[in-house]
Each structure stands twice: as C-alpha cells, then as structure tokens.
C-alpha cells in the first residue's frame, strides 16, 4: 500500500509560484509513475501532470504546459510539481496519486490518492 502526503500549497499572486510536494511512503517507489491532479470547486478532478517511474517521461493538461514543471527524486520518494506563472484559473485543491494502469489522464488509472493541498491564486 502506498500513502500519500501533499505540502506546499498556499495562497499567491497570480504571476508567482509555489513548488507542492507529494511524499510516498512506499517500500519501492521507484516503479510507481505518478500523477498531479487538480479539483477546483463545482467542478471535475481533472488532469494536470504525469511522470513515469523513471522520471524519463512526462505529460502535461494544455492549460499548464510551459508553467508547470513534474519531476521526481526517487531517493526522497518524492514528486514535486513546480509552478510559475501562477493564474486564478489555477485556483483548486492538489492531489497527487500512484499510477495503476492505463491512460496516464484518467482518475480511473490511480489507485492511491493523498488528501490534498490547496493552492489559491489572487488576482
């Protein structure tokens, strides 16, 4: 069983950044691709960012493509999702989660899930 924890969120400028962390307390968390995933409130859960479990591959939703940036240190079993240029579109709560099986966009692929970290944008 794998747990997540997620840090880092907090309130910031739009134009600003903030790097949110996901701290995995699994035994091997090498072979476990993982993937950010964002929920504002009325809406969806919906797909931000996916990194295999090499941290060789990456994927990104379009609406953050060129601001946000996945990367992993599989020595700290940690994933960090680094964000700039920070829009109140972006305003949600951050999730991160263990990739099972399948498309690496659908919630329906992970099966780990941690609780969450709130990331809210001002204009």
């Known amino acids: 069983q794998v747990q997540l924890v997620e840090s880092g969120g907090g309130l910031v400028q739009a134009g600003g950044s903030l790097r949110l962390s996901c701290a995995a307390s699994?035994?091997?968390?090498?072979?476990?691709?993982m993937g950010w995933f964002r929920q504002a409130p009325g809406k969806e859960r919906e797909f931000v960012s996916f990194?295999?479990?090499?941290?060789?591959?990456?994927y990104y939703a379009n609406s953050v493509k060129g601001r946000f940036t996945i990367s992993r240190d599989n020595v700290k079993n940690t994933v960090y999702l680094q964000m700039s240029s920070l829009k109140p579109e972006d305003t949600a709560a951050y999730y991160c989660?263990?990739?099972?099986?399948?498309?690496?966009?659908?919630?329906?692929?992970?099966?780990?899930w941690g609780q969450g970290t709130q990331v809210t944008v001002s204009s």
């Open positions: 989660a263990s990739h099972y099986s399948g498309g690496y966009s659908l919630l329906a692929s992970y099966n780990y």
């Open positions: 699994a035994r091997t968390f090498t072979p476990y691709a």
């Open positions: 990194i295999s479990g090499s941290g060789g591959t990456t």
